[in-house]
């Protein structure tokens, strides 16, 4: 007679980690195969430990976008820092991205300095090799810097090529520890709809303003419900504003007659629509907090 042999399958959170800007939302979302990160050339862009969810045949893992690590004296980006923190501790298996276009310099071995002490869960994915670069570079900083990790947890891949990505996540898989799923396997992300549609809105704000501004600004969702629409779709009707931290930003983000703003909407929706299965109503508006970014209790609302 036949053993009935049961497949024990794992279940992890792993913590994404590393620089402003190597591609961490780029990543969770290739793996993910969704929309769960906003993405936009700008650095600290991600502000939130954003959970996307991983299953397969083998188990479920969670996987984290933390906001990038880098080195600064502002509040704002102290809070920042925190919230990393938090997700690395707290992690299964960390997953240290590297930017294999950018020479390691000393923000790189401060984030290296960091996650020593991790070493023993950690795994290393130089990313970007699309690109031209020398990566000879990056896995000498590596080898001198973890000196017992085996070169079978360093990756090479392009996470905007969805290339390398499969051996990365088997070997995330390999030492995951052994459990149950904590999400339901129809998941892909646990963001709350009024979170997800905020942070979209963002992306699409962040991505066309000046460079100075992404980091001066918010969204906040005022309003939203579900209303009787004229057909069997669902209608849902969202008011929303873009907080900036000076009045002389508010025109900047407005635009003239409005083209900036109506602009911002229109792509948002765009997105929102693809997102979700409801028919989304936007009315997008601009106002002005002064000061935002050193607000405590603000500061620990959006980042938390």
């Known amino acids: 007679m036949e053993e009935n042999i049961q497949i024990k399958q794992k279940a992890a959170f792993a913590t994404l980690v590393g620089r402003p800007s190597v ?77 294999a276009t950018r020479a390691p310099g000393a923000e790189e071995s401060a984030v290296a300095d960091y996650l020593t002490p991790f070493s023993e869960k950690l795994v290393v994915a130089i990313n970007k090799m699309d690109i031209q670069s020398d990566v000879a570079k990056t896995l000498d900083f590596l080898k001198g810097r973890f000196l017992t990790l085996a070169q079978d947890r360093i990756f090479k891949i392009s996470a905007a090529q969805n290339d390398g990505l499969n051996p990365l996540l088997k070997k995330i898989f390999d030492i995951s520890p052994i459990g149950s799923p904590f999400y339901p396997t129809d998941c892909y992300t646990d963001q709350d709809v009024q979170f997800r549609i905020a942070e979209i809105i963002r992306e699409k704000a962040v991505n066309r303003l000046r460079q100075e501004l992404p980091h001066c600004i918010y969204v906040e969702i005022a309003d939203a419900e579900f209303r009787d629409a004229e057909t069997e779709r669902k209608k849902l009707w969202v008011r929303a504003f873009i907080i900036t931290e000076r009045e002389s930003q508010k025109g900047m983000v407005v635009g003239k007659g409005g083209q900036m703003v109506k ?12 997102v979700f299965d409801w028919k989304i109503e936007l009315d997008l508006r601009v106002k002005t907090a002064n000061d935002w970014r050193t607000n405590d209790a603000l500061l620990k609302r959006i980042t938390d």
């Open 23 to 99: 591609g961490k939302s780029t990543l969770i979302n290739s793996l993910c195969g969704e929309k769960v990160s906003i993405v936009s050339p700008w650095p600290q862009t991600t502000r939130n430990a954003v959970r996307g969810i991983v299953n397969r045949p083998e188990g479920q893992i969670v996987f984290i976008d933390t906001p990038g690590r880098h080195i600064s004296a502002k509040k704002f980006n102290r809070k920042l820092l925190e919230v990393s923190k938090r997700s690395i501790g707290d992690a299964d298996v960390v997953v240290y991205l590297l930017d």
């Open 263 to 274: 602009a911002i909407r229109l792509a948002a929706l765009k997105d929102l629509q693809s």
